[in-house]
């Protein structure tokens, strides 16, 4: 309640729903709203039936997820500060319509992305860019739809904002007939089967192979040698995975966008503290662990070979410490980079930030390393153990299946502890390294 009703309320919803919008832009690129199972959509597609009369229940369905996402999150902050005095019914009232409308939004941007899978990355760069303009310069934000649900949560102009973010959503509404017959059916026949995949992996919580089906496939840079014999090892390997990385552009210049977007987060929970740093903290440590995805590539690799013989000629020690240099240097440059960047914009002390970051970024490391040495979940997760309250075994499961992603949060929010920040840290570091240790000790030879 106290960071809703600080002055970056309205900032945190403007960061919600830009990144809602541009998320979901480019998830369509990946698997769309219009999907059907791989038999209905090879035989219904290319039909002369209507694409609005085939793709009616997977629309309905995605335009309920969206509206239900955004329409919950508005409800809930807007009742909490209803029950507290701070607003009036009506404010209330208009603040959750406003989350409405930007349901409406977010599904049909969502269709717009399996669309356009080409023109989403601009799309999607280009919401960003609004957004991150309205927070810079409030004034700009006049022009932005992101940023309107955030003068409806100051309530400045709220009347206006809902009133633009209706008119915005009727007008992409009218257009989803025009997108749905932009659809090929090669398009929406491999969607359909990637779903289906998906639904799959994630019912028996196989994350890692799910997360497999979305990474795009190298193509630039495939006939430039990657390893130079005569190298030492380290740097060997260093450069190996450098390279690999910049044969997938796309996926590389998203890693490197969203560190350094991390580490502003994570720099700003340093010089807030409280509870809007922990807010910050939380939201910077989740973005860093998603964002090295694409530079920890060569962990995964080295964790997967630990099970094999050594086809490298080295230890398992040394081939996971050799893949482990190229993500934490550049991800530490990356870091350092946004604290200066943060330090300059809005005063934070470059010398208080940058440990304190640049820590959270070893654990987002070591979280990865966790993740790559997992393996498949342990047959003793999946007995029941009942209890007086019934089996706890399926959050035990979801919390094993999800274990990095919750450190690299915690972490997070530790970076915005203020005076305690090193003893969270610490903690957090323990965590991760206790886990990484039993799962090392634990790998296949």
């Given at each position: 309640?106290?960071?809703?009703?600080?002055?970056?309320?309205?900032?945190?919803?403007?960061?919600?729903?830009?990144?809602?919008?541009?998320?979901?832009?480019?998830?369509?690129?990946?698997?769309?709203?219009?999907?059907?199972?791989?038999?209905?959509?090879?035989?219904?597609?290319?039909?002369?039936?209507?694409?609005?009369?085939?793709?009616?229940?997977?629309?309905?369905?995605?335009?309920?997820?969206?509206?239900?996402?955004?329409?919950?999150?508005?409800?809930?902050?807007?009742?909490?500060?209803?029950?507290?005095?701070?607003?009036?019914?009506?404010?209330?009232?208009?603040?959750?319509?406003?989350?409405?409308?930007?349901?409406?939004?977010?599904?049909?941007?969502?269709?717009?992305?399996?669309?356009?899978?080409?023109?989403?990355?601009?799309?999607?760069?280009?919401?960003?860019?609004?957004?991150?303009?309205?927070?810079?310069?409030?004034?700009?934000?006049?022009?932005?739809?992101a940023a309107w649900v955030?003068?409806?949560?100051?309530?400045?102009?709220?009347?206006?904002?809902v009133v633009g973010l209706?008119?915005?959503?009727?007008?992409?509404?009218?257009?989803?007939?025009?997108?749905?017959?932009?659809?090929?059916?090669?398009?929406?026949?491999?969607?359909?089967?990637?779903?289906?995949?998906?639904?799959?992996?994630?019912?028996?919580?196989?994350?890692?192979?799910?997360?497999?089906?979305?990474?795009?496939?190298?193509?630039?840079?495939?006939?430039?040698?990657?390893?130079?014999?005569?190298?030492?090892?380290?740097?060997?390997?260093?450069?190996?995975?450098?390279?690999?990385?910049?044969?997938?552009?796309?996926?590389?210049?998203?890693?490197?966008?969203?560190?350094?977007?991390?580490?502003?987060?994570?720099?700003?929970?340093?010089?807030?503290?409280?509870?809007?740093?922990?807010?910050?903290?939380?939201?910077?440590?989740?973005?860093?662990?998603?964002?090295?995805?694409?530079?920890?590539?060569?962990?995964?690799?080295?964790?997967?070979?630990?099970?094999?013989?050594?086809?490298?000629?080295?230890?398992?020690?040394?081939?996971?410490?050799?893949?482990?240099?190229?993500?934490?240097?550049?991800?530490?440059?990356?870091?350092?980079?946004?604290?200066?960047?943060?330090?300059?914009?809005?005063?934070?002390?470059?010398?208080?930030?940058?440990?304190?970051?640049?820590?959270?970024?070893?654990?987002?490391?070591?979280?990865?390393?966790?993740?790559?040495?997992?393996?498949?979940?342990?047959?003793?997760?999946?007995?029941?153990?009942?209890?007086?309250?019934?089996?706890?075994?399926?959050?035990?499961?979801?919390?094993?299946?999800?274990?990095?992603?919750?450190?690299?949060?915690?972490?997070?929010?530790?970076?915005?502890?203020?005076?305690?920040?090193?003893?969270?840290?610490?903690?957090?570091?323990?965590?991760?390294?206790?886990?990484?240790?039993?799962?090392?000790?634990?790998?296949?030879?």
């Amino acid at each position: 309640m106290a960071f809703l009703v600080s002055a970056s309320g309205p900032e945190v919803m403007t960061v919600v729903v830009t990144l809602s919008w541009a998320a979901l832009v480019m998830a369509g690129r990946f698997l769309g709203p219009a999907v059907l199972s791989p038999v209905l959509a090879f035989i219904t597609v290319g039909s002369d039936l209507p694409r609005v009369r085939v793709f009616a229940r997977p629309l309905r369905r995605a335009l309920s997820i969206t509206v239900l996402v955004l329409l919950a999150t508005a409800a809930g902050c807007g009742t909490a500060l209803v029950v507290v005095g701070v607003w009036s019914l009506w404010h209330c009232a208009l603040f959750v319509t406003a989350g409405f409308l930007a349901g409406l939004i977010s599904a049909v941007l969502w269709l717009v992305g399996q669309a356009f899978p080409r023109g989403a990355v601009i799309i999607g760069v280009g919401l960003a860019a609004g957004g991150a303009a309205a927070l810079l310069w409030p004034a700009f934000g006049v022009v932005v739809p992101a940023a309107w649900v955030g003068l409806v949560f100051s309530d400045a102009d709220g009347w206006a904002a809902v009133v633009g973010l209706a008119a915005l959503a009727v007008v992409l509404i009218s257009i989803v007939p025009v997108l749905l017959e932009r659809l090929t059916v090669d398009d929406v026949l491999q969607q359909s089967v990637r779903r289906e995949a998906t639904v799959d992996h994630a019912a028996v919580l196989q994350l890692g192979e799910l997360s497999a089906l979305y990474q795009v496939k190298p193509t630039a840079g495939r006939f430039r040698r990657a390893v130079r014999v005569g190298r030492p090892t380290l740097s060997t390997f260093f450069l190996a995975d450098l390279i690999g990385a910049t044969r997938t552009p796309g996926r590389l210049l998203a890693a490197l966008a969203g560190t350094v977007g991390a580490g502003v987060l994570l720099a700003t929970a340093v010089a807030l503290s409280g509870e809007a740093g922990a807010v910050w903290g939380t939201a910077g440590g989740l973005m860093l662990f998603a964002a090295i995805g694409p530079l920890t590539d060569g962990i995964r690799h080295a964790a997967a070979a630990t099970s094999e013989r050594s086809i490298y000629g080295v230890s398992d020690g040394l081939l996971l410490l050799a893949h482990s240099t190229m993500p934490f240097a550049v991800m530490t440059a990356l870091l350092l980079l946004a604290v200066a960047v943060t330090s300059v914009a809005f005063g934070a002390p470059f010398v208080g930030c940058a440990p304190i970051v640049v820590a959270v970024g070893a654990i987002a490391i070591g979280t990865r390393i966790g993740n790559a040495l997992k393996g498949s979940m342990p047959l003793s997760l999946l007995a029941a153990v009942p209890t007086p309250f019934g089996d706890p075994m399926a959050i035990v499961r979801v919390a094993w299946a999800v274990d990095g992603l919750l450190l690299a949060g915690v972490a997070g929010a530790s970076a915005g502890a203020g005076a305690s920040a090193a003893v969270f840290l610490f903690g957090a570091a323990a965590m991760a390294a206790v886990v990484g240790f039993a799962r090392w000790r634990r790998r296949s030879h």
